[in-house]
Nanobody, 112 residues
Framework: QVQLVESGGGSVQPGGSLRLSCAAH????????SGWHRQAPGQQQRELVA????????KYADSVKGRFTISGDNAKKILYLQMDNLKPEDTGVYYC?????WGRGTQVTVSS
């Protein structure tokens, strides 16, 4: 089975930056076809934030477009999410996912 482990979360002020990492452990052919989701405070559902397709194409939610960048190191099987110009609305627990497997999440807090 594949285990996904997120890291890099923390607390920052608006306008700050964070870089999240998701390490995949176990049998996995590629880090591609993976994505980042987040669960905002008070929300029950996780929303898709960024996606890295099997062909290398990236997709972003409108709310983060231009500020977040998803990338991956396929050799190391690590998925990244560079988050710049963070806003309070970005606060939440961020999860990486691939083929139905989910990490446990990492907390991101953006506040003054």
């Amino acid at each position: 089975q594949v285990q996904l482990v997120e890291s890099g979360g923390g607390s920052v002020q608006p306008g700050g930056s964070l870089r999240l990492s998701c390490a995949a452990h176990g049998t996995i052919s590629s880090i591609y076809n993976s994505g980042w989701h987040r669960q905002a405070p008070g929300q029950q559902q996780r929303e898709l934030v960024a996606l890295l397709t099997s062909s290398g194409t990236t997709k972003y939610a409108d709310s983060v477009k231009g500020r977040f960048t998803i990338s991956g190191d396929n050799a190391k099987k690590i998925l990244y999410l560079q988050m710049d110009n963070l806003k309070p609305e970005d606060t939440g627990v961020y999860y990486c996912a691939r083929a139905g497997s989910w990490g446990r999440g990492t907390q991101v807090t953006v506040s003054s």
